[in-house]
């Protein structure tokens, strides 16, 4: 009964280096969000995909980051010359193709910038 | 737009205790309600939810009634559990037409103690 799967669950990184970070949504779910959360602070929503689409990316920074479900394989968060504030949680989700639908979270990747 | 307005945290209780957690929404159309749980270390999970007005989402103890009069989805449970220590979202997703990103509440963080 596998879940949303993020891997990997911690990740560090220096300054400037890339961080990729990897969701394989549940079976036969087709909708994939990340979000961010920092601290004491809520989930931001930061975009949505479905296979091979970016179907909303308003809550993603325009520079450095990027996001991709391929038809093939998990989707990709892509964080590229990372910064001190990068670091928290991202949590992926996964979502049947119909309205009103709930979401199935994974158990997030913790990103720390050293 | 969409938002969902939770009381702040952190709520403080004594095991056996009452909670109530208060959750409003603005929404356009007849959005469904949830509310989801997220225990330390991992993604958030989905407690119960309610799809329209009148509903009553239950799960685990746990309750919340979907009204629309006053446009709010209040949980509570009769007697908490120092494992019930955790941080509780509300959530709302848009009938059909409407967006598939949902709408996420800042979060309120409950602590049991024994």
């Known amino acids: 009964n596998a879940g949303v799967m993020q891997n990997p669950r911690h990740l560090v990184r220096r300054r400037g280096q890339e961080a990729r970070l990897r969701c394989s949504p549940m079976?036969?779910?087709?909708?994939v969000y990340w979000y961010r959360q920092l601290p004491e602070e809520g989930l931001k929503f930061m975009v949505y995909l479905q296979k091979e689409n970016i179907i909303d990316e308003s809550g993603m920074p325009k520079e450095r980051f990027s996001a991709e479900f391929p038809k093939e394989g998990p989707s990709i968060l892509r964080i590229q010359q990372v910064v001190r504030g990068d670091s928290a949680a991202y949590f992926c989700?996964?979502?049947?193709?119909?309205?009103?639908?709930?979401?199935?979270f994974g158990d997030g990747t913790r990103l720390s910038i050293l | 737009g969409d938002s969902v307005t939770q009381m702040e945290g952190p709520v403080t209780l004594s095991e056996e205790a009452f909670l109530t957690i208060n959750c409003t929404y603005t929404?356009?159309?007849?959005?469904?309600l949830f509310w989801y749980v997220q225990y330390p270390g991992e993604g958030l999970q989905l407690l119960l939810k309610a799809t329209k007005a009148d509903d009553k989402g239950s799960n685990k103890g746990f309750e919340a009634t979907y009204r629309k009069e006053t446009t709010s989805f209040h949980l509570e449970k009769g007697s908490v559990q120092v494992s019930d220590s955790a941080v509780y979202f509300c959530a709302l997703s848009d009938g059909p037409g409407g967006s598939y990103i949902p709408t996420f509440g800042r979060g309120t963080s409950l602590i049991v103690h024994p």
């Open positions: 989700a996964s979502s049947q193709k119909k309205a009103n639908q709930p979401q199935h």
């Open positions: 929404a356009t159309g007849y959005p469904s």
């Open positions: 079976k036969g779910h087709s909708h």
